[in-house]
């Protein structure tokens, strides 16, 4: 089968070589899964760089969610079958003609939901579901975040006022932010304004109680200034390549604080009262007939709730109160290409690639 693979961190357009390449063994929990679309997410580029949380063996093959066909299923799993159409996530490997997932991180593909839109059901959305949580924000209180027109920031803000969380969102240009109320998401604020910081104050009251943060430098210290006190800065990436600047009187007097999150790290740790209330979600749906188990894949804890998450998001698609547009699909031989157009400033939707 033909796979990306790098033999070194570096440039990622560099580094990177289509060529033949072949899978393990399969393991009895496991599944074999031929690639539909794969998307190319900010860490994937880090993976590759050696910048990530995770440091692979070399050589290694990105990814880590993929829209696919089973074509093998191991011994012990059960509620998934060959020839289904699944999301899978959480393994890495992914671009490539075909790769390897735990049966628990693969979900059958809710009926009806097209393609290009599965096949981001699950790594950006479900982080964004958890970033929202980590803020502790409740109903009727603010949250800030930045490079709000990503695809992380396009399902925060939907997810938050859906639960009667005010998310302020802030881009760095006019045409961002035509593009964001375009998309039903507001209020926004355009950082390129010269009275940006005055209209944050003037909607959130000085009182937003979280931001998230993914640019780092000089746009961290400034939505930490702009919380009310006892804020959070919750450190979601750094695309600017910069540490935060921070003024320390806004954690001394103002008792501002500062963390960090990653969603591989915030799944681990979900405490148990949580898993307690998420079973509790899972069954009410079950018994209110808004979700049969066998459509998530059988009763295997990791796949229902992933499930029963994307099946909310889904819904919230086809309401049309979350977009999840693609901007472009690449076969795997094109991969500089693809790389090249998903780093291209004002990019409206994801880069995929396909076989």
Known sequence: MKALVFNEFGNPETVLEDRDASLRPLQKDEVR??????PIHNHHLWYIKGQYGIKPRLPAVPGDEALG????????????????????CKMWGAWAEEFIAKGGDVVPVPEGVPDEIAAQLLSMPLSAMMLLGATK??????????????????????????RGIHVLSL????????????????????????????????????????????????????MLSLLGKGGVLISFGAMSGEAIQIDPSDLIFRNKK????????AAKEIPSEAKLKMLGNLAKSIFAGEMNPKDAGGLNLERLSKGFAIRKIAALVKAGKIQLPVAGTYPLADYKEALKASEEAGRKGKILFRP
Do not use: C, H, Y
């Open 258 to 265: 500062i963390r960090g999150f990653w969603a591989t790290q």
């Open 171 to 222: 881009v760095r240009s006019q045409k961002a932010k035509r593009e964001m109320l375009e998309a039903k998401i507001e209020p926004v604020v355009s950082t390129d304004e010269v009275d940006w910081k005055d209209q944050v104050v003037r909607i959130t009251g000085g009182k937003a109680v979280a931001g998230v943060d993914s640019v780092g430098g000089q746009a961290g210290g400034e």
């Open 33 to 38: 899964i031929r690639m539909l679309l794969a």
């Open 69 to 88: 066909i089973i074509e093998e299923v191991g011994s012990a799993i059960v509620g998934l079958k060959k020839g289904q159409k699944v999301i899978a």
């Open 137 to 162: 924000a409740k109903a009727g209180e603010w949250v800030i975040q930045n490079a709000s027109n990503g695809a992380v920031g396009k399902v925060l803000a939907p997810i938050g006022k859906s």
